[in-house]
């Protein structure tokens, strides 16, 4: 499992970096993205990777108990990342808003995977 979850941390890393570019490329493009075509796509996958990695890391801290990472936390990563990759599409969201949503899933993930690697030394 915790194989997984680190893995998944880098895949979430990963789409929150690729969000940021599309936000930053795509704010530039006049044109409207084809929801059908580019956003439910990315956003089906991305939350696929989301979800996958919510049910591990809840299920590794109801076992492990690692200290200050709490489920409140983790769930307003998952709120968060939904909004950051559907924000990432559209060229009327606030640039500060979307740094600040990326900037928080990302410590929330960083934080994870600072427990894991923590938690695995003391075993």
Same mark, same amino acid.
């Given at each position: 499992?915790?194989?997984?979850?680190?893995?998944?941390?880098?895949?979430?890393?990963?789409?929150?970096? +690729?969000?940021?570019?599309?936000?930053?490329? %795509?704010?530039?493009?006049?044109? %409207? /993205?084809?929801?059908?075509?580019? !956003?439910? *796509?990315?956003? +089906? %996958?991305?939350?696929? /990777?989301?979800?996958?990695?919510?049910? %591990? !890391?809840?299920?590794?801290? =109801? +076992?492990?108990? *690692?200290?200050?990472?709490? *489920?409140?936390?983790? =769930?307003?990563?998952? +709120?968060?990342?939904?909004?950051?990759?559907?924000?990432?599409?559209?060229? =009327? @969201?606030?640039?500060?808003?979307?740094?600040?949503?990326?900037?928080?899933?990302?410590?929330?993930?960083?934080? /994870?995977? =600072?427990?894991?690697?923590?938690? @695995? @030394?003391?075993?």
């Amino acid at each position: 499992m915790k194989a997984k979850i680190l893995e998944n941390s880098e895949k979430l890393l990963y789409i929150t970096d +690729e969000c940021v570019r599309r936000f930053e490329n %795509d704010s530039k493009k006049k044109e %409207d /993205v084809d929801f059908f075509h580019e !956003v439910k *796509p990315a956003f +089906e %996958d991305a939350m696929k /990777v989301m979800s996958e990695w919510k049910r %591990d !890391v809840l299920a590794w801290r =109801d +076992e492990a108990k *690692p200290k200050y990472l709490f *489920p409140a936390q983790i =769930d307003s990563a998952e +709120e968060n990342f939904e909004q950051l990759v559907l924000q990432s599409f559209y060229k =009327d @969201s606030k640039a500060i808003r979307f740094k600040n949503m990326k900037q928080s899933i990302d410590y929330t993930i960083e934080t /994870v995977m =600072d427990r894991l690697e923590a938690h @695995s @030394s003391l075993q």
